[in-house]
């Protein structure tokens, strides 16, 4: 089943509910901009996936994944959309499931967001603009300069300012910062922002996180107590707020 528009961002919803299904169309059919390929299936979701990947060498640019799906569970979908082709596709988690858990396992698997049901479409759309901002038409990978409201990254210096003004920062601050500027938008879980800064063998050291968190803030943020960039995610992570990166 698929709507479209010309020009439209290619989506994958992969769906079994026909209530949620039929009204995520409606509403994406309803704006301009989108392009949607409606799965109930795994086994659906992965030939759509197949087919626009493999043979048609035109990949979905958005994956809206269910998890308790009649063929399975969409965590191992996750896994394999990761592995043959999908690096690059924002993934997006609706689902029931709402325990910290469940969140922290989509998210260590490859996923970029987590909306738990019911959810509006309004926070879809919020989410889904949120993550376009900071993946930006024709970016490139070499850009090494980043401004992050009054914050600038430069990449070739390893310097951090605010307001202009340097800030100074250990080279593990800055390996950090520089994770979530990279990331900005996504919910980042303790595992994958241990396993990126500190290595494979550290995922049981959550505290390492929370302390150069509390040191980064301490540096970046007006009030650390109020916190606009570094941003808890309750029992998971931590998410780079949306405040627009330019290059």
Request: hydrophobic share 40%.
């Amino acid at each position: 089943m698929t709507t479209t528009h010309e020009g439209d961002m290619d989506i994958l919803l992969v769906e079994d509910d026909p209530s949620i299904g039929g009204f995520l169309q409606a509403a994406m059919g309803r704006e301009p901009g989108y392009r949607l390929h409606w799965a109930t299936t795994l086994k659906d979701a992965w030939k759509a996936w197949e087919k626009r990947q493999i043979q048609e060498g035109r990949p979905f640019a958005l994956i809206l994944l269910d998890l308790g799906l009649p063929d399975g569970d969409g965590q191992g979908l996750i896994h394999r959309l990761r592995e043959h082709g999908g690096e690059q596709a924002l993934i997006i988690i609706i689902s029931a499931r709402g325990s910290e858990a469940d969140k922290v396992l989509a998210l260590d698997s490859g996923a970029d967001d987590y909306l738990t049901k019911p959810f509006t479409i309004g926070e879809l759309f919020a989410r889904l603009r949120a993550h376009l901002r900071r993946r930006p038409a024709g970016s490139s990978a070499e850009s090494s300069h980043w401004v992050i409201g009054v914050l600038e990254l430069d990449d070739l210096t390893h310097t951090v300012r605010k307001g202009g003004v340097p800030i100074a920062m250990t080279p593990k601050e800055y390996q950090l910062f520089h994770l979530f500027v990279m990331n900005q938008g996504r919910i980042l879980s303790y595992r994958r922002i241990l396993g990126a800064v500190w290595g494979e063998y550290s995922s049981d050291q959550a505290h390492y996180v929370r302390l150069y968190v509390k040191r980064l803030r301490e540096k970046i943020e007006d009030d650390p107590g109020m916190p606009q960039y570094l941003v808890t995610e309750k029992g998971v992570g931590y998410r780079f707020g949306d405040l627009g990166v330019s290059k």
